[in-house]
C-alpha cells in the first residue's frame, strides 16, 4: 500500500498564492506518474496537473500558466499556485498511479485525503 499526505492548503486573497505538497510513503516503488486533482463544491472532481517520473508536465487549460506541478526523486509532488483566483477554491487531491502517465482516463490507485483552497477577500 501507499500512502499520500498533503498539506499547505489554506485561505488565500484572490491574485495570492499557496503552495502544496503532497508527500508518499509506503510501497512507493510502485509509483511511476503523479498528479494533483480537485474538487469545487457541487462539481466532478478534475485532473489539473501531472507529472511523470521523468518530470514530464500536463496542465488543465484552467491554470495553464499560473500553477506549477514539480516532484523530487523521493515520490514528494508539489503544486505552486500563483494569481489564484476564487474559482480555484476547491479540495485539492493528489494521486500516485503505476501508470507511466496520468490522463483524464487514468484510474488512479492511490489517493490522498485531500486539503481545502479556499480563494476570497
Known amino acids: 500500500q501507499v500512502q499520500l499526505v498533503e498539506s499547505g492548503g489554506g485561505l488565500v486573497q484572490p491574485g495570492g498564492s499557496l503552495r502544496l505538497s503532497c508527500a508518499a510513503s509506503?510501497?512507493?516503488?510502485?509509483?511511476?506518474?503523479m498528479a494533483w486533482y480537485r474538487q469545487a463544491p457541487g462539481k466532478q472532481r478534475e485532473l489539473i496537473a501531472s507529472?511523470?517520473?521523468?518530470?514530464?508536465t500536463n496542465y488543465a487549460d484552467a491554470v495553464k500558466g499560473r500553477f506549477t506541478i514539480s516532484r523530487d526523486n523521493a515520490n514528494t509532488v508539489w503544486l505552486q499556485m500563483n494569481s489564484l483566483k476564487p474559482e480555484d477554491t476547491a479540495v485539492y487531491y493528489c494521486?500516485?498511479?503505476?501508470?507511466?502517465?496520468?490522463?483524464?482516463?487514468?484510474?488512479?490507485?492511490?489517493w490522498g485525503q485531500g486539503t481545502q483552497v479556499t480563494v476570497s477577500s
Open positions: 507529472i511523470t517520473r521523468g518530470g514530464i
Open positions: 509506503g510501497r512507493t516503488f510502485g509509483i511511476n506518474a
Open positions: 494521486a500516485a498511479d503505476a501508470s507511466l502517465v496520468i490522463t483524464t482516463m487514468t484510474r488512479v490507485d492511490y
